[in-house]
């Protein structure tokens, strides 16, 4: 995963785009199946999804952790 991270924080703004823009998709694909009651990602993009979402979540926390 070390080649991957470092491919990450290698483009400055690429971090807070795939941070912010999985969140925004999955929040809101939980706006249209809670109001619009119309899946907006199928299961095989959803899951993916969360994956990236969980990771960048990770790698944030990492990141604060060696600050510190």
């Given at each position: 995963?070390?080649?991957?991270?470092k491919l990450i924080y290698?483009?400055?703004?690429?971090?807070?785009?795939?941070?912010?823009?999985?969140?925004?998709?999955?929040?809101?694909?939980?706006?249209?199946?809670?109001?619009?009651e119309v899946e907006f990602?199928?299961?095989?993009?959803?899951?993916?999804?969360?994956?990236?979402?969980?990771?960048?979540?990770?790698?944030?926390?990492?990141?604060?952790?060696?600050?510190?």
């Amino acid at each position: 995963m070390d080649k991957l991270e470092k491919l990450i924080y290698f483009h400055k703004y690429l971090p807070p785009f795939l941070y912010f823009g999985s969140a925004g998709l999955i929040g809101f694909d939980i706006y249209s199946d809670l109001f619009k009651e119309v899946e907006f990602l199928n299961q095989y993009v959803e899951t993916p999804l969360f994956i990236l979402f969980f990771y960048m979540t990770y790698l944030g926390l990492k990141n604060l952790k060696k600050k510190k």
